[in-house]
């Protein structure tokens, strides 16, 4: 039974004059943000300031890399080489690391960024590059993943450390996948629903699924919120109260892993 | 009299498949390559490919920032901000940074690229927002600028080390400013000119102007010269041995500066 | 004095997922919208669908040209050649007007963007390039520009019919200048402050500037609100009701000017 | 037997101060110019060069549409939905198109670009999307295609005026696929080779296979030559020569179909 858990969310997505997200609301209650680098979102002024409120937080910090898709917010696939690939996420992830240097931080982990993340969950190819360029920028950072995942099987293969990550507000299907937004009932609002289904998750790792089946996830480390839900600083904050009233540790994955 | 000098020149101005420069001709006659960062341009593989190359002939590499203007290659001024330019600094060189990183390579300078260069050697504002970026980044980078400019002088007061900057192929003003390109004779394309001018602005730290006077430009350490002319590798390894033939080691500005 | 009276509001100003503004709340309100082009904003999927809304609420559409400044909002001042000024113009006036052609609606007007329409405000180079361009695309379009200023005055000299406009909620220096946002008082929030001043404008032709002082605007046919505040739908909706209970018809600028 | 045929070639394929191809060299020996429009290359000042220099040697002229993808110059796939294929291809048609009208020339056809070409060519919703959006813009356009793909099928259906399109110096699969060009002999870089090629195309409709085969292409409309190798222009010239010679007549597609 896990009596630690960290809760992670994607942060820094505006861009420019494009704002998006809730940081200020979200950022209290949260242990990891996954900083998006500039390729989806996330101008340099914005890594600045999304690092800034995560050192007055004491929030750790990932490098969020993304295909280079601005107009299309990183959600669409494209059909990189691996050498794209690699060189892509070494860009991002040294560029937000440089802000985290300047700020006297450390970079603690990296998070694949929409459809780089989906892609890198299932194809061993992409996966084994993503990988093969987080542990050449540094064999230390902590990698996030799907507990079954290509992404989470090639950074063991390559001994980096992987944090398994499973959704809050995500419904699941029976094979263990997330069901599709485009479905029905993909996203869980109910606040109260989304705790007890992350303390299911933490203590017993495992998840009701979309058909009422209970499967395994395996362990998992780090729970994901979404950030660009009008109330999610509210979810968050309520998700840490109830993680902590049931006895589990809200705190950032590089202390217990 | 100085026996030292380091030439240094504007690499990986390439983008995707958009070519540009003849780095492979001009890298083995070079000592500093001022790598391209992705805002003018210098896309992720370009940027691998090109410290890959620097590598390979012992090349000491530095940033080459600029504004964020692919379309113009970062030769339009822009109203940015001090916060703005802070930021997009920091990014950009520890984008380039990252990659040196993982081809176990220091990073041994920041040059500033086009517009902004030209504004930071102007104007007081711009000039300390750049180095200050620098200074926050790493204190141990050297800031390449002109010898009388108020980015040299920023970067004095702020205690970095400055390589000052002469150039090789351009003409110069009776104020020391480079004459405008639009104008005739801007450009000197004579190969045995260029290396006796260099020799003279090493020996004497002059130059003789446009209109044939002769100014001081004061200690100089780096010699530009521009890789984006047909023959840019041939001028680079004539006036490498001509320097050489004249008695003046060439070599990295961080080796004697 | 003036019986008829057009509003206009910048819209269509988010990019991809990022979104901006309340279109929705505010199209049904407005008879003039400024659809932004891709340069600042408007990727093409926003940019149809702002057309479509302003159809159905038969609300006429001008393209609102930028800067190539995705990353500054076009807000950051950029230093274009008259050449590149031209080419950037017909190529965003094109391509807004390529969609309104699928639709079936004319494009009525022109309205530069931020830093550019503040430059071509004041400068004769950029007003006479600007309006060069949009002549040479289509002479019937109409010109939106302060009553004084240099692209008034170039588009009256190209024998453009040009559309002068006053600002609802921005305060006035004496000089008939706007006052800078980052001075205090310097936008007007009170919606019955809001309605009372553009009444004065079009009956009078004057406004109170930010010392209290009356002066001349000259006639206004086009008042513009802000699109980005969040209640600027509450403030389109009692604007335009205020015009029509002093007796004032609100329609497109095309059908009086 | 055909005895007409157009020649043509992707060109305006730089961006900014990146430039690439021969325009200069191989416009005077085309028929058509597909013009690259913003998302792949293509600059609007580049765009407008590009267009007076058809215009000079009376080439006619189509939109070259791309992928939004710069840094990867269009040769990746994206996974685009069909309504953002619809709406990027109305923009970047509309904006060549503008171009065009300020010239005083027509636009001939639309030619897709790279890996939305590829995509169209064999995928019905990809090829329907893009054709509902050429239609949308103007019926009177001509879709070049190749003989039997997916894009030709949706064109034909939709009533639009098709141009089947044939490669001069690339190799053909048996099945009538091009060879890919990382295989070997995927180019094919002998001039008398190509013209001999171009002239059975014309006449039979038919090629040989890389596997020694004769095969059916069907009826050829238009020879798409490459723009981008040093020798272009000889090859365009050479090709035009031998076409003449062989009793062909070398005209756009748009005065024969």
């Given at each position: 039974?896990?009596?630690?858990?960290?809760?992670?969310?994607?942060?820094?997505?505006?861009?420019?004059?494009?704002?998006k997200?809730?940081?200020?609301?979200?950022?209290?209650?949260?242990?990891?943000?996954?900083?998006?680098?500039?390729?989806?979102?996330?101008?340099?002024?914005?890594i600045?300031?999304?690092?800034?409120?995560?050192?007055?937080?004491?929030?750790?910090?990932?490098?969020?890399?993304?295909?280079?898709?601005?107009?299309?917010?990183?959600?669409?696939?494209?059909?990189?080489?691996?050498?794209?690939?690699?060189?892509y996420?070494?860009?991002?992830?040294?560029?937000?690391?440089?802000?985290?240097?300047?700020?006297?931080?450390?970079?603690?982990?990296?998070?694949?960024?929409?459809?780089?993340?989906?892609?890198?969950?299932?194809?061993d190819?992409?996966?084994?590059?993503?990988?093969q360029?987080?542990?050449?920028?540094?064999?230390?950072?902590?990698?996030?993943?799907?507990p079954?995942?290509?992404?989470?099987?090639?950074?063991?293969?390559?001994?980096?450390?992987v944090?398994?990550?499973?959704?809050?507000?995500?419904?699941?299907?029976?094979?263990?996948?997330?069901?599709?937004?485009?479905?029905?009932?993909?996203?869980?609002?109910?606040?109260?629903?989304?705790?007890?289904r992350?303390?299911?998750?933490?203590?017993?790792?495992?998840?009701?699924?979309?058909?009422?089946?209970?499967?395994?996830?395996?362990?998992?480390?780090?729970?994901?919120?979404?950030?660009?839900?009008?109330?999610?600083?509210?979810?968050?904050?309520?998700l840490?109260?109830?993680?902590?009233k049931?006895?589990?540790?809200?705190?950032?994955?590089?202390?217990?892993?």
């Amino acid at each position: 039974m896990k009596t630690k858990m960290d809760i992670n969310c994607d942060l820094g997505e505006g861009y420019g004059a494009f704002m998006k997200g809730n940081d200020e609301a979200i950022m209290p209650h949260i242990t990891s943000a996954n900083v998006a680098c500039g390729f989806h979102a996330g101008d340099p002024v914005t890594i600045a300031k999304t690092l800034r409120l995560a050192k007055k937080f004491k929030v750790a910090i990932g490098a969020h890399p993304s295909n280079p898709d601005l107009m299309g917010f990183g959600r669409r696939e494209m059909g990189l080489t691996t050498e794209e690939i690699r060189n892509y996420l070494i860009y991002q992830i040294s560029a937000v690391h440089g802000f985290a240097k300047t700020l006297g931080i450390e970079l603690q982990h990296v998070k694949l960024h929409g459809a780089l993340y989906n892609k890198a969950a299932r194809d061993d190819e992409t996966a084994q590059a993503a990988v093969q360029a987080i542990k050449a920028y540094s064999p230390n950072l902590i990698v996030f993943a799907p507990p079954k995942s290509a992404m989470a099987e090639a950074a063991r293969k390559a001994k980096m450390q992987v944090a398994y990550e499973a959704f809050a507000d995500r419904a699941y299907n029976p094979d263990g996948t997330l069901v599709s937004r485009r479905k029905p009932n993909a996203l869980i609002t109910d606040i109260q629903a989304i705790a007890k289904r992350v303390i299911q998750m933490a203590r017993e790792g495992t998840v009701e699924t979309i058909n009422g089946e209970t499967i395994q996830l395996g362990e998992v480390h780090t729970i994901c919120i979404h950030g660009d839900t009008p109330d999610a600083g509210k979810v968050a904050e309520s998700l840490k109260k109830a993680l902590l009233k049931a006895g589990i540790q809200v705190i950032p994955v590089s202390s217990f892993l």
